[in-house]
Structures are given as C-alpha cells and as structure tokens.
C-alpha cells in the first residue's frame, strides 16, 4: 500500500522538479508557460507529458522536431518515486512524511540546480526553512528543540569551514546545511560526515585523474550534502546510536 500511493506519487513530484530545476535559475515562472519543447517551443501534449513512461516511449526526443530530451528528466523523475517510496516503507504512512516527503524533494531539486548552474537558491531553501519548523511544530512536536539546535549546530559549523576555506564551499551549500539539521534532528552528524567523506573522494579522484589542473575545477558540495541527507534519513538515527554506544 505505502508502494502504490509513494512511487506514482514521487514520479509526479519528480516532474515537477524537473520543471523548478529548469526554470527556477533562469528566473521563469513555474506556473506559465505550460510545459514546452525547449527546442522548438511546441507545447507538450498531454500524454507526452506523463512522468518516465513519456520519455521512454518517445525514446528521449521531442514529438515535434525530434530536439533529444536529457535523461536527467526521467533520472529526476525515477529517483524521487524510489526515494519517496523508500520514505513510505521505512516510516509507514504516518505525519512524518508531512515533514520528510517535502524534504527529499528539496534534495533533489538543489543538487540537481547545484550540479548544472553551481548555485543553491534561496528561494528554495528559505521556504523549506519555514516549512520545517512549521511542519515539526505540527506533527513532530516532541522533535521541534532537538531540530533548531541542530538546524544553527549545522549552519554554524559549515559558516565556519566557508570562512576558514572559502574556496571550498559557498554560503548557499552552508544554508542548505542548515535547512538540513531542521528536518534530521541528531541525524545532521552523519549526514554531514558522509557529505564530506564523498566529496573527500570524488576530490581525490579528479586529482588523481587531471593533476595539478584538477585543483581549479570546481565541485558542486550540494549534492553530497543531498546524499549525506537522505543516508541520514534512512540510517541517521541509527548511526548516531552506533556511535553513542560503541565509541563513547
């Protein structure tokens, strides 16, 4: 049951971050024009438009003029059905999922607009701020002091690694971070060290590979930040305990 309402549901979802990841860095409105071939401007029937299924009948091309359609698209679209359905069957469908559904899809979107335009917007982060607080005020009640503490324990720690490096991250990726601790509670720990042991990783292999040239590319930090998060909401908790009870 928690399959059959979470994965159509995550697929919807995930075209419609598709359409934020697209227009939100290029200052479009989300809600007009309908959704449209960027190639030739030819607006997208309706069942051209179904999430996944479209892309994959049409073999990734448009309709119209056959312009090639990424598969970032379907990826979006296929990865917030499975996280959204792993959410539904890891927690069950209770009041958490007000709070954590709405989360996985800020994942998404800010590590797909970070992967593409470098950037982290505000205009995502700040109302998922709110979100946060409001919704756990709601329906995680109990969880609302640990959640702020970790919300300014993240954002504090990441101001202080931009300031002490800045060339390693930006103000966007310490906000999200942030945004990050309001939604993961404890779980914000783990989250953050497998956000920088990826990145540790991937740094190292472009080095290995470029060099000395390696140095100058730049690496978006947000989506390891997104892959710290959702570790994190899966087996956060668990791995805190881990620590507590075993290191401590």
């Not at 051209?48 to 073999?59: E, K, Q, Y």
């Amino acid at each position: 049951m928690e399959l059959a309402f979470a994965a159509p549901f995550g697929l919807i979802i995930g075209s419609f971050l598709n359409v934020v990841s697209y227009r939100l860095p290029r200052g479009e409105s989300l809600v007009a024009p309908a959704s449209h071939c960027p190639g030739c401007d030819t607006p997208i029937r309706p069942w051209d438009n179904v999430p996944l299924f479209s892309w994959i009948f049409l073999r990734g091309r448009c309709r119209s003029c056959s312009e090639r359609i990424s598969p970032r698209y379907p990826l979006v679209e296929l990865t917030t059905a499975v996280l959204f359905a792993g959410l539904a069957l890891s927690y069950g469908l209770n009041d958490d999922l007000i709070a954590l559904l709405p989360f996985a899809a800020m994942l998404i979107a800010v590590a797909d607009i970070d992967l593409e335009h470098r950037i982290v917007p505000n205009r995502i982060l700040l109302p998922m701020a709110v979100y946060g607080v409001a919704a756990s005020a709601v329906v995680r009640t109990d969880m609302l002091p640990e959640l702020l503490i970790a919300g300014a324990a993240a954002f504090t720690f990441l101001l202080l690694a931009a300031l002490i490096h800045p060339a390693g991250m930006g103000m966007g990726d310490v906000k999200l971070a942030g945004v990050m601790g309001l939604y993961l509670g404890a779980a914000i720990a783990p989250a953050l060290l497998i956000a920088f042991l990826s990145g540790s990783i991937v740094g190292v292999a472009i080095l290995v590979r470029h060099g000395a040239r390696g140095r100058k590319q730049a690496v978006p930090f947000a989506p390891f930040l997104a892959l710290g998060a959702v570790v994190a909401l899966f087996a956060g908790h668990q791995l805190v305990h881990l620590y507590l009870h075993h290191f401590l």
